[in-house]
């Protein structure tokens, strides 16, 4: 078997055997893709004027040092083009083709090839995240003038630099930040294990940035889910099927919810199986049906129905084809922007009240977790604290007088 051949002669000083009057010069070689063969460098500035050994030692050591991490950088490089499917255009141009000619090993080729590898593992919506984010770090690098460079030449600098943009520029939370960090390590953890890409991971050993926002939706008063209520019911029965879903059973109001087929619903035994290709947590698990609920789903008599339809058709009943994504989301807002009630106010508020009051009536943190289908009872512990208050009532009701 053949040797792999080698793309890079790393610099090299060459002092003419230690004579000070001979020619000095650092020397390397690069593979030149088109023709294979290597294509040698020599560089002799600033050598004959110095005149002793110890100076031009000094300064063919810098040289050595200086375009080593041109190379790495980039900066110096025999990249060739290469057509590629480019996965950062914006979906709308769909009747453009995709096809692009790009420099080998640069961060657009690259993303575009590690949005080809994760969209058989993530959902459309998160695909749709990872491009949005990638295409902001790929404009990062145009305004800088690193697009057209191997990614090699990102370093940990260059990444940092980009956060504080996003966070200062942007206005951004640590939770968004986080996002972009998570999404970035990944591509070039991707990037460094198949496609070779000899560098360090830059996302590592990166300060916290960014505003600490708590982001998610609080829980609804007894009030506030009565007004709703008498809002929604009558005018959008659909929506308040939503709404009680979320309430009684914790079933997450994105995917979960939004694709369940009355074939997984069994009234018999009250119970709503949630498949792991719909499931956060990626397991198939089957959901309790309170009484109330179960009351609900049976005045809509989904045994009249076609068992493959999808419980959230777009007519606002079971039909064939499920809602929109952003549709009860969309319609919830409506009602809650009528009534004037708090923008931090979300659809998802109906599940952490239905957490609430199942806490205050008495369900331990065992209970929630399976009712959650936490994977672990420390997420639910930390979902506990943050959203539920303490678990003991005397503390609230009979604390010792002072």
Known sequence: MSRPKKDIIWPKLKNANGNISGDWYVE???????????????????????LTYEEKMEHGESLVREYTEKIKRGDISTQKLIEYEDELMFDTNTFKSRKRLGKENTFRVLASDFVRYKR????????????????????????HNLHDKQISSIDNNVFIDFLK??????????????????????????????????????????????????ESAPGLSP???????RKIEKADPQLWLGCAIQYYTAIRPGTEMRLIQL???NMEARTITIRNYLAKNARTETVDIPSQLHTIFLEWNFE??????????????????????????MRFNKFRDELNLSKEIKFYSWKHSGASELKDAGANMYEIQRHFRHKSVTTTEQYWRKRLGGTKDNIKKSFPDI
């Open 120 to 143: 058989s593992e993530v959902s459309n919506k998160s695909m749709q995240s990872y491009k949005s984010k990638l295409r902001t770090f790929e404009n990062y690098l145009e305004n």
């Open 223 to 229: 009030q506030i889910r009565r007004a709703l209520q």
């Open 165 to 214: 943009d996003l966070a200062e520029n942007d206005d951004l939370s640590r939770l968004t930040i986080e996002k972009y960090q998570q999404i970035m390590h990944s591509f070039f953890v991707y990037a460094i294990r198949t496609r070779r890409v000899l560098m360090e991971n830059p996302t590592l050993n990166v300060p916290r940035m960014g505003k600490v926002v708590d």
């Open 263 to 265: 074939k997984n619903i």
């Open 304 to 329: 009249n129905y076609d068992q493959d339809l999808y419980l959230f058709g777009k007519d606002g009943v079971p039909g064939p084809d499920p809602i929109g994504k952003n549709s009860l989301r």
């Open 28 to 50: 390397f070689s690069l593979r030149v893709p088109e023709t294979g063969k290597m294509e040698r460098k020599r560089i002799y500035d600033g050598f004959k004027d110095l």
